[in-house]
């Protein structure tokens, strides 16, 4: 008789249906690989995480794995959350984008149109021998023959001169830009006891226009001068109309602020 009991014994241990350990296993090593990818995850890559969360959803397609002490949401409520928050922040940066060419646009038209209305002015007062325009890539240049500004040798502006440049402040005050201001001389030496070379007569007559701009209500902080003497000559000096050429100050009215 117990010959019988250890044959059935021997019979039912032969029997026991252990295939569950192989898919929980497999679903502790899932878990264990989750683990790790979160963790070298960094914070800040939270879209990246949760990437990864919602793949894995889709891919187990249960909510016992992924339930949290926090809330216990499915997948799907996630996902959907993640959805939202990515959605967002599209929104968000989107109208940034759309901004930047049409500032820019708007921008330039006012530059534009700023150089059409002091052709007109130009043109309409004669004025082509003294002032001319130029379209730079830094922005618009209004450039000022030193004849119709100053007399030789001498920083002080000229008082017939002052109602121009009184009309051309009050249409750069139209745009809100920076402005520089250069000063240039021929390479005639000049020994005063002012100015002890052409660097401080071409820097004096700059900084001249830039208090003048300064005291018609243009902030000082769109302000800026420089002067060049004649380092930066447009033509050369070799007769008197070149170097009368070369004595100019140069207005420009930047395209960057």
């Known amino acids: 008789m117990a010959r019988k009991r250890r044959h059935l014994e021997s019979h039912e241990e032969e029997h026991i249906d252990e295939s569950w350990l192989i898919p929980y296993a497999d679903l502790l090593t899932l878990l264990l690989a989750l683990f790790i990818v979160l963790f070298s995850m960094r914070s800040e890559d939270s879209a990246k995480a949760n990437a990864v969360l919602e793949s894995l959803y889709n891919a187990f397609n249960t909510v016992s794995v992924f339930e949290t002490n926090s809330g216990g949401q499915s997948p799907t409520t996630n996902s959907t959350k993640n959805s939202d928050s990515l959605k967002q922040l599209e929104q968000k940066e989107q109208p940034q984008q759309q901004e930047t060419p049409q500032t820019t646009n708007a921008e330039e038209q006012q530059l534009q149109q700023l150089m059409r209305n002091l052709q007109v002015y130009i043109d309409k007062n004669k004025l082509n021998a003294e002032i001319t325009l130029t379209d730079k890539s830094e922005g618009i240049q209004i450039t000022l023959k030193d004849r119709i500004i100053f007399d030789s040798g001498s920083d002080h502006l000229k008082d017939n001169f002052l109602p121009i440049l009184d009309d051309i402040v009050g249409m750069i005050k139209t745009v809100d830009r920076s402005i520089t201001i250069e000063g240039h001389t021929d390479n005639k030496p000049i020994h005063s006891a002012k100015f002890p070379s052409n660097w401080e007569l071409?820097?004096?007559?700059?900084?001249?226009?830039?208090?003048?701009?300064?005291?018609?209500?243009?902030?000082?902080?769109?302000?800026?001068?420089?002067?060049?003497?004649?380092?930066?000559?447009?033509?050369?000096?070799?007769?008197?109309?070149?170097?009368?050429?070369?004595?100019?100050?140069?207005?420009?009215i930047l395209r960057n602020k």
């Open 202 to 252: 071409s820097g004096a007559r700059a900084l001249s226009v830039l208090h003048y701009f300064e005291k018609q209500k243009i902030a000082p902080t769109r302000l800026q001068f420089v002067g060049f003497g004649d380092s930066k000559p447009i033509v050369s000096n070799d007769t008197p109309e070149h170097r009368e050429a070369n004595r100019r100050v140069n207005i420009i």
